[in-house]
């Protein structure tokens, strides 16, 4: 790669006089859903995914990328800029009956960027919220929706099955809407194909005269499992059901991204675009996905659930075909996708993220020298995690508070190096290899409350080095406690059973 680098520069600096920034780019932000480390063939994955492959080797791939371990968090911090503990939304996921939103008194990515004369357009999966209209995407500054609210609906009938408690009962219901009316004529279609198809379709009526925000939230490749056979007949050779079909998914997911850069081409706005590509959190190894050769996996604040696959295309880049290995995180796109912009922050909450734009583009040193991952004292993990080393004492530890910071609480913070643990950090295992049989051999020993990992030198987090550092453990227990200071308390309401969509409705706002 670094020996393509000055002819890339030369190409720029003949090519392209909107690199000066005199001009606002178009910006298209697509988000795969669950999509893990190992899950991309520039990782090394067994899947191809020629087209992400592609754009990132002429773009800057991000290496120590971040986001959060579960869907609505990093939807939620991609939108505002700021950490889950600033908005009261530090615990897991919006429910579909569960009567709240991300706060209305937030200020979105899309109402800045709108605002700096941008026409913004989104397709895809919300999740940050739709009791009431005035949490829907329409009403938070995208001029267009087409997609869905909640999360995990069938990917061609396009229906969401959920428990209603209060109800004792469980609805399925269509999840697809086109603006705010719910679209009932897509059945069959494929979403990964759907989706794509509108955001081609946006593209090609673009006015390229006006700068086009185009926010892409893919279903793909979140479970359920489903696939249209001929993206699959690839991967006969992988053994594993799961695995095979997750395969053909991602491969569905990397035409996708193909398609839509292609149209960007088509339509003369790819001199003048800048696209990022993210996953919204680490794989979910039960439903296929790998995150090897890191620890944990989505819903955990292990490196295999918050490190991302990320990275940034297009001509506008001052330093293409590199990999950048500068710390960024997912809040940290609406200060750089509004300064790029040229848009206005002053009227935002205080911004946790960074303009991480010279970053990226020109291989600056991160403005961004700590990462608070979260802190959630009411964590849980819903899903089975055999073989863990959690210690059934450890959850009888509550209460002992160590340089101001209650150790039993579900939290992680990152400074350079430095990554520190406490409470229970979700699913600790360290998932095989796909293809591979057993368990990949790693520490005995059983957690602890208080962990320190050096993840710059061992980003598998297998050696727990607290012990050996004491003064870094105090430290960043005293920024934890800082930060669970300007936190708000968690907001979780309890179902509201007026979310019942009836047996022909649609999932959506009831208040
Ligand atoms: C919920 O339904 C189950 C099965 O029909 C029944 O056994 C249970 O008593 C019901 N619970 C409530 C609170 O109605
Ligand atoms: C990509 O475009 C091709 C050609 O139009 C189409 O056949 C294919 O279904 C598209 N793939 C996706 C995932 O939308
Ligand atoms: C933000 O800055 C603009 C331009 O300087 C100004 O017109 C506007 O009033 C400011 N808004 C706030 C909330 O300070
Ligand atoms: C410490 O945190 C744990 C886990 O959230 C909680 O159960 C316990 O009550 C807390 N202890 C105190 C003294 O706040
Ligand atoms: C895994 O184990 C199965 C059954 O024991 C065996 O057939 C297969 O070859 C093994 N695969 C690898 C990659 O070792």
Redesign the pocket.
């Known amino acids: 790669m670094a020996a393509k680098l000055p002819f890339f520069a030369l190409l720029l600096t003949v090519c392209c006089p909107a690199a000066s920034g005199s001009k606002q780019p178009h910006i298209v932000f697509i988000l795969a859903d669950d999509l893990g480390w190992y899950d991309v063939g520039y990782h090394g994955s067994e899947i191809n995914t020629p087209h992400l492959d592609k754009l990132s080797a002429a773009g800057v791939r991000l290496e120590n990328y971040y986001v959060q371990p579960l869907c609505t968090p990093s939807r939620n911090q991609l939108m505002t800029g700021r950490y889950q503990i600033h908005t009261g939304m530090q615990h897991q996921i919006i429910w579909p009956c569960q009567p709240y939103c991300v706060p209305l008194d937030e200020t979105f990515l899309p109402e800045l960027l709108s605002e700096a004369g941008y026409a913004t357009h989104m397709v895809g999966k919300w999740h940050l919220g739709m009791y009431k209209k005035d949490c829907l995407p329409t009403r938070r500054g995208f001029h267009s929706f087409f997609g869905y609210l909640t999360g995990s609906e069938d990917y061609y009938t396009h229906i969401r099955c959920s428990p209603i408690a209060a109800l004792n009962s469980s609805r399925c219901a269509l999840d697809l809407r086109e603006e705010e009316a719910a679209a009932p004529g897509y059945k069959g279609a494929y979403s990964t194909e759907l989706f794509s198809q509108r955001a081609v379709r946006i593209i090609a009526k673009h006015d390229p005269k006006k700068p086009l925000f185009l926010y892409v939230a893919l279903q793909a490749v979140h479970s359920p499992l489903q696939v249209p056979e001929r993206y699959v007949a690839p991967y006969a050779f992988i053994?594993d059901p799961s695995r095979r079909a997750y395969a053909g998914m991602v491969a569905a997911m990397d035409e996708a991204v193909g398609n839509i850069s292609l149209a960007l081409r088509q339509a003369g706005l790819w001199a003048n675009t800048v696209l990022v590509f993210s996953t919204d959190n680490g794989g979910q190894t039960l439903e296929g996905a790998s995150n090897w050769p890191l620890r944990g996996r989505k819903w955990s604040l292990w490196e295999g659930g918050v490190r991302g696959v990320g990275f940034v295309s297009g001509p506008l880049l001052q330093r293409p075909a590199s990999a950048s290995r500068e710390l960024v995180h997912v809040s940290d796109w609406l200060p750089t996708l509004v300064g790029l912009a040229g848009g206005r922050l002053n009227a935002t909450k205080p911004l946790d993220g960074f303009d991480v734009w010279n970053t990226i583009s020109k291989g600056f040193a991160s403005p961004r020298l700590e990462l608070l991952h979260n802190i959630d004292p009411m964590y849980n993990d819903i899903a089975p995690c055999p073989g863990s080393k959690r210690l059934r004492a450890f959850d009888g530890d509550a209460g002992v508070f160590r340089s101001g910071f209650n150790v039993s609480v579900h939290a992680a913070i990152r400074s350079s190096n430095w990554k520190l643990l406490t409470g229970y950090p979700g699913c600790d295992v360290w998932f095989p290899r796909p293809?591979?049989?057993?368990s990949s051999p790693g520490a005995s020993e059983p957690l602890k409350p208080v962990m320190l990992f050096d993840v710059l030198k061992d980003p598998e987090e297998r050696n727990e080095v607290s012990a050996l550092y004491p003064a870094v453990v105090e430290r960043l227990l005293g920024r934890l406690s800082h930060h669970q200071q300007s936190a708000l308390p968690v907001h979780f309401p309890d179902e509201d059973p007026r979310c019942d969509p009836g047996p022909t409705g649609a999932w959506g706002p009831w208040a």
């Open positions: 053994r293809g591979q049989n057993g």
